[in-house]
């Protein structure tokens, strides 16, 4: 199947037994519904319904404004979305006292000039460029930023939020830090519906986005036009820059991408960014004079020698070499003086250079492989670090783990420790956001834990996984936990009891990795558990006033029963296991919108007892999804 905006390509791609299928604006209906439910948040107007409850077109009484603009949208879904953004973004902003109506007048009038009566892709165009010209000069660069990415990929939040800051396109205002300006700004972007939020994290922020193919297209020609982006083997072709190019994105690296590349004038090149293969960039390495950022994810034929020459661009403040084939990195890394963000997560790199602990500029250290589930081993120099914010997906060494906590106590300013086995810093703990400790079932968790009497305040995301017998003492004095993730070894009856008074708890996970269900260590935990809790678990009344998600991920979930009035706010329920002893009380989850079973293909019929438990719901009965999964390939 093939799906285009040109009815030229649809006929040309159409054999002699194919259909073309044109899709259909939207109705009247339709496109004021989705017109109305964008605004809807930031309007004391709700959407307007005829005496029978229905919402029609003919029913309510628009304004002549609002009937105008959803005639120039023409039933086109992305121009009713970008338009009821730009509406939305004005009444959510409060810089004045105008009404709806006003705004619905002033985006009109913008509009007038450049729409007929049917919409064209010029006309779409006009809209684009209306709700471009309205944004603040900070947010236009960081959208214009978005045309280094290709056609139709997902692009990760806290990759794109680290590139705009190593650009150096956010500054600190009102006593917030860049990262928190940066949220802001993807979050106007989003909520304007210029990208669209594909999935979400467990905290319920944004994972990943996407750009639609007409916002992007608009965008890639606007940079063009500007001189501010320069990208060769894209989607659409674009003139060839006859000035100095400032930011280059090679999407496609055949031989006539390579020639034009090669002609190009490099040595004011701040950003650079390529896809599929390195090979085309070979000859050009030493052009590139004041390279700031680097971005190489997921890039191919990068060798060790390449990688040395990357080493003497001496201003690069962002280095990304996730999914490539590196294994080594070199010891002249320390001539990156500036260097503030390294990825070098999915690679075969498991060991870092001495010279490491010069880069005293780094704040986000991100390392290890989390699909081999292999962690990178932490070195000792790794403490002259101060600036670092972010560590992730390094190591705890066997029987040295003591000394090995105890020597990165130096590192005052980490922020976030995460994904893989890791060492955390007992006397830098006060500034963390983000702490993800997995101890290997070695009994690390319980010994150190024990030892701190001081929580770490500020914590956002807080994941403990391993050999977890109790919580720490200091675990409900986090009145900013957000997202938390406990090994199933320290689910107890009197666990959620502790947890249930966490004002901000957005999301609570209890997990069990299945390789390790034989560990004695574990088995004996969880017996220990299901006695003291006669079989079965009580969800309490009270508490968890902002849980919305809730997770068990074990091969074998205890007995599980939700008393009346227990989590208020719970929208969804996962369970992902083999054996489920039973989860009861259902009915009791009053606001519960989904209910997401994934059983293992060791025993495809478990989930039918948890069906049949939802089938007796009489009211707002939520949504079941059974999944399956592989519990072989996870044991591997």
């Not at 002699?16 to 017109?35: A, C, I, M, T, V």
């Not at 628009?62 to 005639?71: F, I, Q, S």
């Not at 390279?291 to 990357?310: A, P, Y």
């Amino acid at each position: 199947m093939v799906t285009t905006r040109f009815k030229s390509v649809a006929v040309a791609c159409c054999r002699r037994n194919g259909r073309l299928h044109e899709h259909k604006k939207l109705p009247d209906e339709n496109s004021y519904k989705l017109f109305r439910q964008i605004i809807s948040d930031f309007s004391d107007s709700p959407i307007k319904a005829a005496p029978d409850g229905q919402i029609t077109f003919a029913s309510v009484n628009l304004t002549g404004d609002e009937r105008a603009l959803l005639k120039k949208c023409g039933g086109l879904p992305l121009a009713i979305i970008v338009v009821s953004g730009l509406v939305a973004s004005k009444l959510r902003s409060g810089t004045t006292s105008k009404t709806l109506d006003e705004h619905l007048q002033e985006v009109n009038k913008a509009l007038s000039g450049g729409l007929g009566t049917h919409l064209s892709t010029e006309g779409v165009k006009t809209i684009l460029n209306q709700c471009y010209n309205d944004l603040p000069a900070d947010l236009k660069t960081c959208l214009l930023y978005l045309s280094m990415f290709p056609k139709g990929i997902f692009i990760s939040r806290k990759r794109l939020i680290r590139r705009w800051i190593a650009e150096g396109f956010i500054i600190e205002k009102h006593g917030r830090t860049v990262e928190e300006i940066a949220e802001d700004y993807f979050s106007e972007l989003i909520n304007r519906n210029l990208i669209r939020a594909v999935n979400n994290s467990s905290n319920g922020k944004v994972k990943n986005y996407q750009i639609h193919d007409m916002v992007l297209e608009y965008i890639v020609a606007k940079s063009s036009d500007e001189n501010f982006i320069t990208v060769v083997g894209g989607h659409w072709q674009t003139p060839f820059p006859s000035y100095k190019v400032r930011r280059l994105s090679v999407h496609r690296s055949a031989r006539e991408e390579k020639r034009m590349v090669e002609r190009m004038k490099l040595s004011h090149v701040r950003s650079l960014m390529v896809f599929e293969s390195f090979a085309a960039m070979h000859s050009c390495l030493s052009k590139f004079q004041i390279l700031q950022v680097l971005d190489l994810e997921s890039c191919r034929d990068l060798s060790f020698q390449q990688l040395k020459k990357i080493c003497k661009m001496h201003q690069l403040k962002y280095l990304s070499l996730r999914h490539t084939d590196i294994a080594v990195i070199p010891p002249e890394i320390d001539r990156l003086e500036y260097l503030e963000v390294l990825d070098i997560r999915d690679t075969e790199v498991g060991e870092l250079p001495p010279s490491i602990e010069k880069l005293n500029r780094m704040t986000h250290l991100l390392t290890g492989n989390k699909s081999k589930r292999k962690a990178l081993m932490l070195r000792k120099e790794i403490t002259k670090m101060t600036a670092l914010e972010t560590l992730s997906g390094v190591g705890i060494c066997g029987s040295s783990t003591s000394g090995m906590v105890e020597s990165t106590k130096g590192a005052a300013g980490v922020r976030t420790t995460a994904t893989s086995l890791l060492k955390v810093s007992r006397r830098g703990t006060c500034s963390l956001k983000f702490l993800a400790i997995d101890d290997g079932f070695t009994g690390f968790l319980d010994k150190s834990l024990s030892l701190s009497k001081a929580p770490p305040e500020h914590l956002h995301s807080l994941e403990l996984s391993g050999l977890l017998s109790k919580l720490p003492e200091w675990i409900n004095r986090l009145h900013s936990l957000e997202k938390l993730t406990l090994s199933l070894t320290s689910l107890r009856a009197d666990t959620l009891e502790v947890l249930l008074e966490l004002p901000e708890l957005f999301s609570l996970t209890f997990s069990l990795d299945p390789t390790k269900l034989s560990d004695a260590g574990a088995l004996k935990i969880l017996q220990k558990n299901a006695l003291e809790s006669d079989g079965e678990i009580f969800v309490p009344p009270g508490g968890f006033k902002r849980l919305k998600l809730l997770r068990l991920l074990a091969p074998l979930l205890p007995s599980l029963s939700f008393m009346e009035g227990a989590m208020p706010a719970l929208e969804r329920l996962e369970l992902r296991f083999r054996t489920a002893t039973g989860v009861y009380c259902l009915q009791n989850l009053g606001n519960l919108k989904q209910i997401l079973l994934t059983v293992s293909n060791k025993a495809p019929k478990a989930a039918e007892e948890i069906k049949r438990l939802v089938n007796k719901i009489e009211k707002n009965a939520p949504t079941v999804v059974v999944g399956e999964y592989n519990e072989s390939s996870i044991e591997k």
